[in-house]
């Protein structure tokens, strides 16, 4: 069984950074991702990361902006918010599966998630 617990969120302007970490406890060897439910709106794949850490897939509406790091030796990861705009508000929930399973928008294990709330 693996728990997985979110830092990080919070309120930021429009423009700002932020770092969000998550850790697990229990062994993960399989992808690690990061999802995101904005209010109203299903929750979309944000980012994911094979166990290796070669293969990375970006949301579009991410790309260029948002990074993701970490890798299961170390059980955490992280993703680095930059140019954050008012459209990524939205709770952010880190999840581990297989690389494929992640790409499929679905996990077997989630994190409570952590808000993130971007103002204009």
């Known amino acids: 069984q693996v728990q997985l617990t979110e830092s990080g969120g919070g309120l930021v302007q429009a423009g700002d950074s932020l770092i969000l970490s998550c850790v697990a406890s229990g062994r993960v060897t399989t992808g690690m991702g990061w999802f995101r439910q904005a209010p109203g709106k299903e929750r979309e794949l944000v980012a994911a990361m094979s166990w290796s850490g070669s293969s990375t897939h970006y949301a579009d509406s991410v790309k260029g902006r948002f990074t993701m790091s970490g890798d299961s030796a170390s059980q955490s990861w992280h993703l680095q918010m930059n140019n954050l705009k008012p459209e990524d508000t939205a709770v952010y929930y880190c999840?581990?599966?297989?690389?494929?399973?992640?790409?499929?928008?679905?996990?077997?294990?989630w994190g409570r998630g952590t808000h993130v709330t971007v103002s204009s």
């Open positions: 999840a581990v599966d297989t690389f494929g399973t992640l790409l499929q928008g679905d996990s077997r294990f």
